[in-house]
């Protein structure tokens, strides 16, 4: 097996668990309610596989400019490259869309409790309001 071939291998399986972390990712994002630290870790898994899929398609392009001509199989390990990098890009394109929903709903359930808001017994900067209950009496024991 040529270099070529391991590197389009390689590419595969990369695309393979790309498919799976994206999976998890629309599970995620299809909840009722989002996991934040789940989500997180899944964005640094694709992340991660991403950057590795760049280095090897950096790779890939080296090695093919240096084996013009020498073609195994290349071409059908390419082809299901291509195949498997379209259905990924459609898988993320409906996950930004359900991404972009958990937003939208998200601002929703904020407009509807901003008005709602009042002032607390803490100020912003954390300390006991001056905002006194009781019509301004105090207390003594």
Do not use: C
Not at 108 to 127: F, M, R, S
Request: hydrophobic share 35%; net charge negative.
């Amino acid at each position: 097996m040529s270099r070529l071939s391991e590197i389009l291998d390689q590419m595969t399986a990369i695309l393979n668990s790309l498919k799976e972390v994206m999976d998890a990712e629309q599970l995620q994002l299809s909840a009722g309610s989002l996991n934040g630290s789940e989500l997180q870790r899944i964005t640094e898994d694709k992340s991660s596989l991403l950057s590795t899929l760049d280095y090897l398609e950096q790779q890939r392009r080296g090695e093919q400019n240096a084996t013009r001509g020498a073609n195994d199989d290349v071409a059908g390990r390419w082809l299901t490259i291509t195949q498997k990098s379209q259905q990924l890009r459609e898988l993320n394109q409906h996950n930004g869309w359900l991404l972009e929903s958990q937003i939208e709903r998200n601002q929703q359930a904020l407009a509807v409790l901003k008005p709602h808001q009042t002032t607390g017994l803490y100020g912003a900067d954390g300390q006991a309001s001056s905002f006194s209950h009781g019509g301004g009496k105090k207390f003594s024991i």
